[in-house]
């Protein structure tokens, strides 16, 4: 097995990171997305609740 140094390991995954495309922001819309869409459904859904009093 061939000893990589440790610069030139770091270099090879900064590079293969750069080409992975847009990964990290379509986790960060979708996580967005959603979150906003739980808070608008309970939003919307509070004001069906039915009071007893």
Same mark, same amino acid.
């Given at each position: 097995m061939?000893?990589?140094?440790a610069a030139a390991w770091l270099?090879? =995954?900064t590079s293969?990171?750069?080409h992975q495309?847009?990964?990290n922001l379509l986790r960060v819309v979708l996580?967005?997305?959603m979150a906003?869409? =739980?808070?608008t459904g309970w939003f919307?859904?509070?004001g069906?609740?039915?009071k007893d009093d």
């Open positions: 061939e000893h990589t140094p270099a090879e =995954a293969a990171a750069q495309g847009p990964g996580i967005v997305m906003g869409c =739980a808070l919307l859904l509070r069906y609740k039915q």
